[in-house]
């Protein structure tokens, strides 16, 4: 007849740090670079979107309950695989925050020592420095933020007098910031729909890499996007997103 198990949804987990950070922290040699605890917090998304699947390929979900009505475990599931999986999810979850949150930190600290470097540089320039500092720049060059303004995604096309084409966007710009979403957080642009959803009617700030063909350098752009539905088109922008 079974075993009678009331919580056998809930996964059982031990205690210890199952990532780099936790493991990290733990022992105290809590000096990852910024560098490093982006490359971990990559690693800590793709881990669990293959968790995500994991389970998919159950037809279960984090909640789906594991027993019948009357508290048996249902015959027609992996529940040993399931809660491993759901166990590793909750880890992972909890060390994928604590890495936003330090890299966060970083990102400040960044643009803090970034902002102090060039006035540091400003104040030292000379008639010929500012000479030079007129010349078009790299991405490098232009960027204080270094990392988290890397072009995140690419416009692939946009729908003429639709809202992206009234704020200016073009086929090819590379999207470095969408409101508060960038490289860092973007979550393969998730993140961007739902900023779009939240400021339906208001003001998007949008900065922008755009390639120049004629002169081979790149323009940057801050442009002001206001999504909405009366356009005539379909969706709430008119353009078409894909990862950089």
Same mark, same amino acid.
């Given at each position: ?64 309950? #594991?027993? !019948? ?10 529940? &040993?695989?399931? +809660?491993? =999986?759901? $166990? ?18 970083? #990102?400040? !600290? ?10 540091? &540089?400003?104040? +030292?320039? =000379?008639? $010929? ?20 303004? !890397? ?94």
């Amino acid at each position: 007849m079974g075993l009678l198990m009331d919580s056998l949804h809930a996964p059982v987990v031990a205690s210890g740090p199952t990532s780099g950070v936790a493991a990290a922290n733990d022992d105290g040699s809590d000096k990852m670079s910024l560098l490093e605890l982006i490359t971990e917090k990559d690693r800590v998304e793709s881990e669990l979107s293959a968790l995500s699947s994991v389970l998919d390929s159950h037809g279960v979900t984090m909640n789906t309950t #594991l027993t !019948t009505f009357d508290g048996y475990p249902r015959d027609d599931l992996d529940i &040993a695989q399931i +809660r491993t =999986t759901r $166990a590793r999810i909750i880890y992972l979850k909890n060390d994928y925050k604590s890495l936003m949150s330090r890299i966060e930190i970083g #990102l400040h !600290t960044h643009h803090a020592s970034a902002s102090h470097s060039e006035a540091a &540089a400003k104040s +030292r320039a =000379t008639v $010929a420095a500012s000479a030079s500092m007129t010349a078009p720049s790299t991405i490098a060059e232009t960027s204080a933020f270094g990392i988290i303004e !890397t072009p995140f995604a690419r416009v692939n096309s946009v729908v003429s007098k639709s809202p992206a084409d009234d704020a200016g966007l073009r086929a090819g710009d590379g999207i470095r910031s969408f409101g508060g979403v960038n490289w860092i957080n973007h979550e393969k642009l998730t993140k961007v729909a739902e900023v779009v959803q939240r400021n339906e009617g208001r003001v998007i700030l949008v900065k922008v890499l755009r390639s120049d063909s004629s002169n081979q350098n790149d323009e940057e752009l801050q442009l002001q996007l206001v999504p909405r539905r009366d356009w005539g088109g379909r969706g709430l922008l008119g353009c078409h997103l894909v990862p950089a």
